[in-house]
């Protein structure tokens, strides 16, 4: 089993920035992705940004040029520093991890991001 701890959430004004932090344990052989979604109220979960285990990056355009997802491969750990935050980015934030050998997905509890006008 895996678990997927998220940390770094929280209440900023719209500009501010935040840095959420997700680190993977259990039994792990390799993760193969991890990276961020997101959902706000009334709204489908939707992609954020994930990083491969070489570091190619996948990102929703809403959020390129503000939020920056980084990894570290040897503490099984995936971060996504966000700035120039926006009301619209107010959401609930999920940790996403992709486990191989056998590729099973694993989900964080999620982490509440509110960015006040």
């Known amino acids: 089993q895996v678990q997927l ?3 770094g959430g929280g209440l900023v004004q719209a500009g501010g920035s935040l840095r ?3 680190a993977a344990s259990g039994s792990i ?3 193969a992705y991890m990276g961020w979604y997101r959902q ?3 709204y489908q979960r939707e992609l954020v940004a994930v990083i491969t285990s070489g570091g ?3 990102s929703a355009d809403s959020v390129k ?4 997802i980084s990894r570290d491969n040897a503490e ?3 971060y996504l520093q966000m700035n120039s935050l926006k009301p619209e980015d107010t959401a609930v934030y999920y940790c996403n991890a992709v486990i191989q050998p056998d590729h099973v997905e694993y ?3 999620g982490t509440q991001v509110t960015v006040s006008s």
């Open 76 to 78: 099984n750990t995936v």
């Open 29 to 31: 052989f390799s993760i």
């Open 107 to 109: 989900w964080g509890q």
């Open 20 to 22: 959420l932090s997700c």
């Open 40 to 42: 706000a109220p009334g």
């Open 5 to 7: 701890v998220e940390s």
């Open 65 to 68: 040029g503000r939020f920056t």
């Open 56 to 58: 190619r990056i996948n």
